[in-house]
T-cell receptor, first 113, second 114 residues
């Protein structure tokens, strides 16, 4: 039972354009959502997060949108840069779950120069 | 530099030979956790620890043990490794009082059990 789903295993975009990575969840108890970026041979690094009381959070080139009614969130990267090429994981946590993060399978983003 | 370190980074072993993967953090975090990453499955939690001497099972604890005798260290122990434990392992930590739910991850340990 996969509670966090990233249905696109890969995404390829041109440098300077927008990258949109999508994530769906099924557990209505999730109240916090995070995006992590992972380069090969490194651990995941935190990128941006959003609480369920918000519908948008922005940090520089990165914006996360949350649609609670659709149980959907997305990460927008504008403009995309070649250094953004990595695997992006969507993760969620629920209050009372002892800080456990439930991860999606990840989306490999390739930004072409 | 604030970080989570893991050792070894790469390990090839044989079935049944006990091994320990060490994890250490220098951020004085109360919470630590172990995950494994497998192709097509994302990261899954193995064990976690809320503080010293407090540990509990995650989603996939079978075949693993942990201990938390000191705040900074959280070793993962495989008493009798089997080939299905071949995986990429990540240790993570967080400040329990932090509002962002962010966990800091180590660089990973790639384990192969023959």
């Amino acid at each position: 039972d996969q509670q966090v789903k990233q249905n696109s295993p890969s995404l390829s975009v041109q440098e300077g354009r927008i990258s949109i990575l999508n994530c769906d969840y099924t557990n209505s108890m999730f109240d916090y959502f995070l995006w992590y970026k992972k380069y090969p041979a490194e651990g995941p690094t935190f990128l941006i997060s959003i609480s369920s009381i918000k519908d948008k959070n922005e940090d520089g080139r990165f914006t996360v949108f949350l649609n609670k009614s659709a149980k959907h969130l997305s990460l927008h990267i504008v403009p995309s840069q070649p250094g953004d090429s990595a695997v992006y994981f969507c993760a969620a946590s629920a209050r009372g779950s002892n800080y456990k993060l439930t991860f999606g399978k990840g989306t490999l983003l390739t930004v072409n120069p | 530099e604030a970080q989570v370190t893991q050792n070894p980074r790469y390990l090839i072993t044989v079935t049944g030979k006990k091994l320990t993967v060490t994890c250490s953090q220098n951020m004085n975090h109360e919470y630590m956790s172990w995950y494994r990453q497998d192709p097509g499955l994302g990261l899954r939690q193995i064990y976690y620890s809320m503080n010293v001497e407090v540990t509990d099972k995650g989603d996939v604890p079978e075949g693993y043990k942990v201990s938390r005798k000191e705040k900074r260290n959280f070793p993962l122990i495989l008493e009798s490794p089997s080939p299905n434990q071949t995986s990429l392992y990540f240790c993570a930590s967080r400040n329990r009082l932090a509002g962002s739910n962010e966990q800091f991850f180590g660089p990973g340990t790639r384990l192969t059990v023959l």
